[in-house]
């Protein structure tokens, strides 16, 4: 086994259902799935989540979620070579998104007093 931190646990969970909705390839499904289904037990094994702290898993699908949807968008300006002000905006809001992201994994961590965490050390903007 492979030790993350819970954050992280929960990071790795949520971008899987994600991918479960939109994937739709048989043989890519069914990869992702049999890894959900396995990290559904680690995460039942290991973390019992208070009930008024749910919402951190659910912030953090919904930030995937956005992450997601922007990488598609730019993935697509740039097939079109399109790099006007959408897609200056579109690169920005990735790293403002990640730190977000970043923030909440940590305030997981700190939820279950996680050994390990994770460190970020980029320049402020």
Excluded: C
């Excluded at 492979?2 to 739709?24: A, C, M, P, R, W």
């Excluded at 730190?99 to 994770?118: G, P």
């Amino acid at each position: 086994m492979i030790h993350v931190s819970v954050g992280e646990l929960y990071d790795k969970f949520t971008i899987l259902t994600i991918k479960n909705q939109k994937i739709t390839d048989p043989t890519k499904k069914a990869s992702v799935q049999k890894e959900i289904v396995y990290l559904q037990h680690v995460i039942l094994n290991i973390t019992t989540f208070p009930p008024s702290e749910t919402r951190l898993v659910e912030q953090l699908r919904t930030i995937n979620a956005e992450l997601w949807d922007i990488e598609d968008k730019i993935r697509e300006k740039e097939r079109l070579r399109q790099f006007d002000r959408e897609f200056i905006e579109l690169a920005r809001s990735i790293y403002k998104k990640n730190d977000k992201r970043s923030a909440i994994k940590n305030e997981i961590n700190t939820v279950f007093n996680s050994e390990l965490i994770d460190i970020k050390s980029y320049e402020n903007y």
